[in-house]
Nanobody
Framework: QVQLVESGGGLVEPGSSVTLSCVAS????????????AAWFRQSPGKQQEFVAE????????TYQASVKDRFTVSRDNDKNTAYLQMNNLTPEDTADYYC???????????WGQGTQVTVSS
């Protein structure tokens, strides 16, 4: 069973930068992290979960939610089984629990981490 563990969240001031990490493990025999696309979602208090960014298996295709497109960068290092979300110029509206998800090629996002909290406040 694939396991995802996020880290890097915390309390930061508006305008700050934070990089979240998502380490994957527990691949079935013959599978590697490069068989999975990875994505970040977030959920703010009282709101529905929303898509933030996605990166494909090789890292050459990235998709972003419009509101973060110019501030966030998704990346991955398949040798380290890790996906990243670099977040710049954070605003209080970015306050949320951030979740990493992985999808095996041809499948949906069936694997989820426990989340890491990011709070943007002065």
């Amino acid at each position: 069973q694939v396991q995802l563990v996020e880290s890097g969240g915390g309390l930061v001031e508006p305008g700050s930068s934070v990089t979240l990490s998502c380490v994957a493990s527990g691949f079935a025999s013959g599978r590697t992290f490069s068989d999975f696309s990875a994505a970040w979602f977030r959920q703010s208090p009282g709101k529905q979960q929303e898509f933030v960014a996605e990166i494909n298996w090789t890292g050459d295709r990235k998709t972003y939610q419009a509101s973060v497109k110019d501030r966030f960068t998704v990346s991955r290092d398949n040798d380290k089984n890790t996906a990243y979300l670099q977040m710049n110029n954070l605003t209080p509206e970015d306050t949320a629990d951030y979740y990493c998800a992985a999808a095996l090629r041809g499948e949906g996002f069936n694997y989820w981490g426990q989340g890491t909290q990011v709070t943007v406040s002065s």
